[in-house]
């Protein structure tokens, strides 16, 4: 498998693997050396190409692009079967009749992924409740532990928000990003004590 199909599996649930395995060549087969970027957006499947060389733009990747949005409308992401894009509370989602009725952990339970929606999940839960009422510095740092940690595992050290100009909001996107996207949260804010 093409480390890139292997690395975008990681951002979305197992229905819409078809979906990357069949448009990432396609991207690739225009310019071997972009990066693809894949995540679910408004319940579709988003491909973006990044680092776009050897002689090709945007625009040319614009018709794959737009194909595997309009097909990932019609597969569940959870299963594959056939679906269609519903909402589910605030959230869109593309699901078929029989995921659509479980719930959102169940689902995610049976999708067996640890990965990005639920980082996703949690990041908009504390913007939520940080919108709802001022949290407690202790409460904001334990619920943002879980982001910590993976930041941890990945390059080995616990990033502080006092190394960085930002607020506590765009602390915890950035920290998401870094960890769904696997680069260092310093690419994301801006270094220097506030
Ligand atoms: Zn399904």
Redesign the pocket.
């Known amino acids: 498998m093409h480390p890139q199909v292997k690395q975008a599996r990681k951002a979305v649930y197992k229905?819409w693997w078809p979906l990357l395995d069949k448009y990432i060549p396609m991207m690739l087969e225009l310019d071997p050396d972009c990066e693809i970027m894949c995540k679910e957006k408004f319940g579709l499947l988003r491909l973006r190409p990044y680092n776009i060389r050897n002689g090709r733009s945007w625009m040319d990747f614009n018709n794959i692009q737009e194909e595997a949005e309009k097909e990932s409308a019609t597969i569940?992401?959870?299963?594959?079967?056939p679906?269609r894009l519903r909402m589910d509370g605030c959230w869109r989602s593309t699901?078929?009749?029989?995921?659509?009725v479980m719930d959102r952990t169940e689902r995610i339970r049976m999708a067996d992924s640890d990965s990005v929606q639920e980082l996703e999940t949690l990041v908009s839960d504390i913007l939520c409740l940080r919108k709802g009422y001022p949290m407690k510095k202790q409460e904001f740092n334990s619920r943002i532990q879980p982001l910590c940690r993976k930041h941890k595992e990945m390059f080995g050290y616990i990033p502080d928000i006092h190394n960085y100009v930002c607020t506590p909001e765009e602390f915890v996107v950035a920290l998401a990003r870094s960890v769904i996207e696997q680069r260092e949260i310093g690419v994301f804010l801006k270094e220097g004590s506030k």
Do not use: I, N, T, W
């Not at 569940?76 to 079967?81: D, H, L, Q, R, Y």
């Open positions: 229905g569940c992401e959870v299963c594959g079967a679906g699901l078929c009749d029989h995921c659509a």
